[in-house]
T-cell receptor
């Protein structure tokens, strides 16, 4: 069965520090999709990035970067020079066929609470 | 373009009452998802629809929960009768396709059952 594990429940850093959020996933599919979402204190879920299982290139977007490694089933997220506005809950998620023939189920990790102190 | 719209944003009700949560997906999105978020269980998929048809309702906790999508622009999640353990934030999300496209989430409905 598909599973997403975010082992870090809470992380606390001081502004300008770099921080990496870990995500490990399990799936039997060879084709699957990975996502990161951000949930700020206001509560909405904001999409950050999508990766498919055939694209292992790392991606950088401003202060955000993602490291996808199929060999270790990991999809880690790094924030460089963190800012107070980065404080949020971050979710890693997996979309696969769940053993069926169609996609649809998005399985979320438990989330990592990131607090950036000024 | 407007995002996913949910109503009400907050609902406080008493145990035993019927609760109806509403969702308007983004126009043109063929998939609609209902999630529940609690501290204990995190984010759980309850049910999802494709072209107004329920595809997978295996996450619906029990018969007290039901969901409908009478047309492409409206869906409801109903709890009857409600119980205190149903207290959670309920999110609706929509997507143009399932799987590789991101899901766009609504602001959520915070439900409190007393």
């Amino acid at each position: 069965a598909q599973k997403v594990t975010q082992a870090q429940t809470e992380i606390s850093v001081v502004e300008k520090e770099d921080v990496t959020l870990d995500c490990v996933y399990e799936t039997r599919d060879t084709t699957y999709y990975l996502f990161w979402y951000k949930q700020p204190p206001s509560g909405e879920l904001v999409f950050l990035i999508r990766r498919n299982s055939f694209d292992e290139q790392n991606e950088i977007s401003g202060r955000y970067s993602w490291n996808f490694q199929k060999s270790t089933s990991s999809f880690n997220f790094t924030i460089t020079a963190s800012q107070v506005v980065d404080s949020a809950v971050y979710f890693c998620a997996l979309s696969d066929t769940a053993g069926g023939t169609s996609y649809g189920k998005l399985t979320f990790g438990q989330g990592t609470i990131l607090t950036v102190h000024p | 373009d407007a995002g996913v719209i949910q109503s009400p944003r907050h609902e406080v009700t008493e145990m035993g009452q019927e609760v109806t949560l509403r969702c308007k997906p983004i126009s043109g999105h063929d998939y609609l998802f209902w999630y529940r978020q609690t501290m204990m269980r995190g984010l759980e998929l309850l049910i999802y629809f494709n072209n107004n048809v329920p595809i997978d309702d295996s996450g619906m906790p029990e018969d007290r929960f039901s969901a409908k999508m009478p047309n492409a622009s409206f869906s409801t999640l109903k709890i009857q009768p409600s119980e205190p353990r149903d207290s959670a934030v309920y999110f609706c999300a929509s997507s143009p396709t399932a799987g590789y496209n991101e899901q766009f989430f609504g602001p959520g409905t915070r439900l409190t059952v007393l």
